[in-house]
């Protein structure tokens, strides 16, 4: 997983290093650590392939309270992105 996130970050970020990935994952941060108390603990989803190799991550947390909807989306690194028309109400 710690590839995948790394190969997709923006540029100028640092490179995730384990015990960064750890606390992301527990839902803690030491840069905006009031902001991630805010939100429920975060799930995390990993899609692989038969033989177990990982294809794709996904992490997300949901803010009690929020009326804004929340989509995450997460590509594949090289995967071109796609976006998704919403359908009509």
Do not use: F, I, K
Request: zero cysteines; a positive charge; hydrophobic letters at 40%.
């Amino acid at each position: 997983m710690l590839d995948l996130v790394n190969a997709d970050r923006l540029t100028g970020q640092p490179e995730t290093t384990r015990a960064m990935l750890a606390e992301a994952l527990a839902g803690r941060s030491p840069v905006d650590g009031a902001w991630w108390a805010e939100l429920e603990a975060p799930a995390t989803d990993v899609l692989h392939d038969a033989d177990g190799q990982a294809l794709g991550v996904v992490s997300y947390a949901v803010r009690p309270g929020d009326p804004a909807p929340a989509r995450p989306t997460r590509r594949r690194p090289g995967d071109p992105l796609r976006r998704r028309r919403r359908p009509a109400r």
